[in-house]
């Protein structure tokens, strides 16, 4: 199963998401089931077509809830990745709304947002603006989990 998890700018949640379920198949023994990736709806964080790294208070939250992160750079979703992936998981529904502005349309139903398969539903908080780390956290591992539950179950 192939998953790209999407923010706009691809150093905060999207990456944070790709951590904590990469070391949920990790924990699982399923790595070999899954290739998980993340990127961006903007190219706010990429330069010269150099991605930034994952933002140091994401990348320490993650540290803090042993969550491991290699390192990792800003790479932006492109209409081309489509056929390439199975899911691609918004933290948000601006990030829903520029992924179909991105990849057209989606005739096969791959665009979610990560809350969606909670039951409360909603966006996942945004750090960037109330610099709460914890709560994205929060709000990504519960996803996380919720999202992984629903693949197990399938």
């Known amino acids: 199963l192939r998953i790209m998890f999407v923010c706009h700018g691809n150093i905060c949640r999207s990456p944070m998401a790709e951590f904590i379920l990469k070391k949920m ?16 709806t903007s190219t706010e964080e990429i330069w010269g077509g150099v991605g ?4 140091p208070p ?19 979703l492109k209409k081309e990745d489509y056929p390439k992936y199975d899911l691609f ?3 948000d529904s601006n990030n829903i709304r520029n992924m ?9 139903s791959k665009i979610v947002k990560l809350l969606e398969f909670t ?7 945004d750090p960037w603006y109330s610099r709460r780390f914890d709560v994205a956290y929060s709000d990504i591992y519960e996803g996380c989990v919720a999202l992984f539950n629903s693949l197990s179950n399938s």
């Open 25 to 40: 198949v990790h924990d699982k023994g399923l790595e070999n089931e899954f290739y998980i990736a993340s990127s961006a």
């Open 52 to 55: 930034n790294p994952i933002y």
């Open 58 to 76: 994401a990348k320490a939250e993650l540290v803090k809830n042993s969550i491991p992160c290699d390192e990792r750079r800003a790479t932006l």
């Open 89 to 91: 998981v918004g933290m």
């Open 100 to 108: 179909h502005r991105i990849l057209g349309a989606d005739p096969d």
């Open 119 to 125: 039951d409360r539903g909603g966006d996942v908080s």
